[in-house]
């Protein structure tokens, strides 16, 4: 019998885990990996610029992966049209690879508003390892940069800036900033923290035109009037999956390549996954773009298993952000700003603390945290919500009690036994692999620190002092 032909498209973690995935199924195969890029995690891109890991320790496979996976790599190659009929992918050297199941795995892009002088050199988007060496070589002594959009990416790259010792601008068109993942409440607490940090923050403003000056500096015109004079530009207004490929193939797309619960495209020999792929929501909405790491990982190694012949139904991804702003954590989850829903929210304006929590009758659906990131126990009940939001479970009188405490999730979530619920659900295909990249300052420790073990030997009495909690349903 002759061997099967797999061949992916985009090297990022949808890609990787798809190779992965196929190659633990079927050791024959014959595996072909094209990618403009080569491998490399696009979410270290910020440890990279703030200096705390090489430029090496970003890549997530080289010759001895490939070899060890047995993949031929055609990196530096784009693929450029599919004909879905004859099962052929045409690359941009001319040559054309055959398959029986192809995945698309091709991310997604920035988008660049039509600024006047958006070409200008020291102009940059921040998405592509080829970016921040742009970013880093510009650099000067006491660099000075403005980001044009205050959303996810922008405040992660900000922050990385920040902490390489750049003077910072942001500025957002909306009135607030993060305003695709917090509420207003909760971003006013961000923008708080960052000009504490002394980053000028200006929103509900434009950038209508970027100029140069004769010494080589930006100057930035905005709508409001004012002008900013930096080194570096930064444009990070959104994202948009990579979808032309499979329209032009005649694949059904939305906002992304559309994909059923097996990864599978409205072509049967063809799966998308990771930022390009739309696909199930965990919690029952439409199928969803969730341009998120996790979601990429999860999506190639289902579409990796069920190329190669399982039958592995996907439960659907969650929408999720977390992010590190300068010390702060700012985390929204599931469907924290739907309508119609009820909510609770609890603020403590003093200690950076803010708290939404959505309803649907005793489940909660959706959850908006803020707080410093060295709180271990802010850290816990980020996890918590997302267990419980993800899980889905029924909290009964636990809803009331976390409505009046709610900065104890933890309570509800042992009794509610959530982590059970989420043990028992059966885990796609045994636990994700820890990638290349690593921290320069930090030791991985493989044994508990004392203090763990302490915590595991005490007796929950003197950890907890006991306070009267309703009888869960
Ligand atoms: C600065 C930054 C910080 C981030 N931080 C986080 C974070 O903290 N948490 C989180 O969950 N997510 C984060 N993300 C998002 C995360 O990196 C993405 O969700 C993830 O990389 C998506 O994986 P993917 O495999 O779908 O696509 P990608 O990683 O984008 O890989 C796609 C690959 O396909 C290649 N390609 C595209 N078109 C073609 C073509 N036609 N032919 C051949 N190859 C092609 C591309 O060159 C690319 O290498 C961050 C992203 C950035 C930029």
């Given at each position: 019998?002759?061997?099967a032909?797999?061949?992916?498209?985009?090297?990022g973690?949808?890609?990787?885990?798809?190779?992965?995935?196929i190659?633990?199924?079927d050791?024959?195969?014959?595996?072909?990996?094209?990618?403009?890029?080569p491998?490399?995690?696009?979410?270290?891109?910020p440890?990279y610029?703030s200096g705390?890991?090489e430029?090496?320790?970003l890549?997530?496979?080289?010759?001895?992966?490939?070899?060890?996976?047995?993949?031929?790599?055609?990196?530096?190659?784009r693929?450029v049209?599919l004909?879905?009929?004859?099962r052929?992918l045409?690359?941009?050297d001319?040559?054309?690879?055959?398959?029986?199941?192809?995945?698309?795995?091709?991310?997604?892009?920035?988008?660049?508003p039509?600024?006047?002088?958006?070409?200008l050199?020291?102009v940059?988007?921040?998405w592509?390892?080829?970016?921040a060496?742009?970013?880093?070589?510009?650099?000067?002594?006491?660099?000075?940069?403005?980001?044009?959009?205050?959303?996810?990416?922008?405040l992660?790259?900000?922050?990385?800036?920040l902490?390489?010792?750049?003077r910072?601008?942001?500025?957002?068109?909306?009135?607030?900033?993060?305003?695709?993942?917090?509420?207003?409440?909760?971003?006013?607490?961000?923008?708080?923290?960052?000009?504490?940090?002394g980053?000028?923050?200006?929103?509900?403003?434009?950038?209508?035109?970027?100029q140069?000056?004769?010494?080589?500096?930006?100057?930035v015109?905005?709508?409001?009037g004012?002008?900013?004079e930096?080194?570096?530009?930064i444009?990070a207004?959104?994202?948009?999956?990579n979808?032309?490929?499979?329209?032009?193939?005649g694949?059904?797309?939305?906002?992304?390549?559309?994909?059923?619960?097996?990864?599978?495209?409205?072509?049967?020999?063809?799966?998308?996954a990771?930022?390009?792929?739309?696909g199930?929501?965990?919690?029952?909405g439409?199928?969803?773009?969730?341009?998120?790491?996790?979601?990429?990982?999860?999506?190639?190694?289902?579409?990796?298993?069920?190329?190669?012949?399982?039958?592995?139904?996907?439960?659907g991804?969650?929408?999720m952000?977390?992010?590190d702003?300068?010390?702060?954590?700012?985390?929204?989850?599931?469907?924290?700003?739907?309508?119609?829903?009820e909510?609770?929210?609890?603020?403590?304006?003093?200690?950076?603390l803010?708290r939404?929590?959505?309803?649907e009758?005793?489940?909660?659906?959706?959850?908006v945290?803020?707080?410093?990131?060295?709180?271990?126990?802010?850290?816990?009940?980020?996890?918590?919500?997302?267990?419980?939001?993800?899980a889905?479970?029924?909290?009964?009188?636990?809803r009331?009690?976390?409505?009046?405490?709610?900065?104890?999730?933890?309570?509800?979530?042992t009794?509610?036994?959530?982590?059970?619920?989420?043990?028992?659900?059966?885990?796609?295909?045994?636990p994700?692999?820890?990638?290349?990249?690593?921290?320069?300052?930090?030791?991985?420790?493989s044994e508990?620190?004392?203090t763990?073990?302490?915590?595991?030997?005490?007796?929950?009495?003197?950890?907890?002092p006991?306070?009267?909690?309703?009888?869960?349903?």
């Open positions: 019998m002759s061997r032909q797999y061949v992916i498209v985009g090297a973690p949808a890609g990787l885990n798809a190779v992965e995935s190659r633990a199924q050791r024959q195969a014959d595996i072909k990996l094209v990618s403009v890029e491998a490399y995690a696009r979410m270290a891109l440890y610029l705390r890991i430029r090496a320790h890549l997530t496979a080289d010759p001895a992966y490939y070899d060890r996976h047995g993949v031929e790599p055609l990196v530096g190659q693929a049209s004909d879905t009929g004859s052929q045409r690359l941009s001319g040559q054309v690879l055959a398959y029986d199941k192809l995945l698309l795995a091709p991310g997604s892009s920035p988008t660049v039509p600024i006047p002088g958006r070409e050199p020291g940059h988007t921040f592509t390892l080829d970016d060496d742009r970013v880093i070589q510009a650099a000067v002594s006491q660099p000075e940069a403005l980001m044009v959009g205050a959303g996810f990416v922008g992660i790259v900000l922050s990385a800036m902490k390489a010792g750049w910072l601008h942001v500025t957002e068109m909306l009135p607030q900033v993060l305003p695709r993942m917090l509420d207003r409440a909760a971003a006013s607490l961000v923008s708080d923290w960052l000009r504490a940090r980053v000028q923050v200006h929103t509900e403003t434009q950038v209508i035109a970027i140069e000056t004769p010494s080589g500096r930006k100057r015109l905005m709508e409001s004012s002008q900013i930096v080194d570096v530009v444009v207004t959104g994202v948009r999956p979808v032309d490929l499979a329209q032009a193939a694949l059904q797309v939305e906002s992304g390549i559309l994909v059923n619960e097996y990864l599978q495209t409205s072509d049967r020999n063809v799966y998308a990771g930022d390009a792929a739309q199930p929501d965990r919690l029952g439409p199928r969803a773009v969730h341009a998120i790491q996790p979601t990429a990982t999860d999506h190639g190694r289902l579409a990796g298993a069920n190329m190669a012949g399982q039958s592995v139904a996907y439960p991804s969650l929408s952000n977390i992010l702003v300068m010390g702060l954590h700012c985390v929204s989850i599931g469907r924290w700003d739907a309508r119609g829903l909510s609770s929210t609890a603020a403590d304006h003093s200690r950076a803010y939404r929590l959505v309803w009758e005793d489940r909660l659906v959706g959850a945290l803020v707080g410093p990131s060295p709180d271990l126990a802010l850290v816990n009940d980020i996890g918590m919500a997302k267990g419980m939001i993800q889905q479970v029924h909290l009964g009188a636990w009331r009690y976390i409505e009046s405490n709610p900065w104890d999730l933890r309570r509800p979530f009794a509610a036994r959530v982590t059970e619920l989420l043990l028992n659900e059966p885990a796609i295909l045994g994700s692999r820890p990638r290349i990249y690593r921290f320069r300052d930090l030791q991985v420790e508990f620190r004392p763990h073990s302490q915590l595991l030997r005490a007796r929950p009495e003197a950890l907890v006991p306070i009267p909690a309703p009888p869960l349903r």
